[in-house]
Nanobody, 120 residues
Framework: QVQLAEFGGGLVQPGGSLRLSCVVSGGTFTPWRMGWFRQAPGKDRQYVASITWIGGSTYYDDLVKGRFTISKDNAKRMLWLQMNNLRPDDTGVYYC?????????????GGPGTQVTVSS
């Protein structure tokens, strides 16, 4: 059974940077796409960015485009999110998820998430 675990969050001042990591363990892992999502207090989980597992095409929400970069290493089964020029509204719990195939129109989650707090 595939398991996801996120880490790398923390407290950072506005304008600062963080790099989040997601490690995949267990099972056979061949998703169509991997993504990062975040959930602010009192709000629904929100899409941030995604990347196709084969090919590496990247997609970003307009709120983070130009500031965040998603990347991966298939052999290591790792996913990263480099976040620059962070703003207070980037605060939330960040989750990585997998979309198993193009036919499945949803991401599956499983990790506990990692807290990102942007505050002075």
């Amino acid at each position: 059974q595939v398991q996801l675990a996120e880490f790398g969050g923390g407290l950072v001042q506005p304008g600062g940077s963080l790099r989040l990591s997601c490690v995949v363990s267990g099972g056979t892992f061949t998703p169509w796409r991997m993504g990062w999502f975040r959930q602010a207090p009192g709000k629904d989980r929100q899409y941030v960015a995604s990347i196709t597992w084969i090919g590496g095409s990247t997609y970003y929400d307009d709120l983070v485009k130009g500031r965040f970069t998603i990347s991966k290493d298939n052999a290591k089964r790792m996913l990263w999110l480099q976040m620059n020029n962070l703003r207070p509204d980037d605060t939330g719990v960040y989750y990585c998820g997998q979309r198993p195939s193009i036919e499945v129109n949803e991401f599956h989650f499983g990790g506990p998430g990692t807290q990102v707090t942007v505050s002075s």
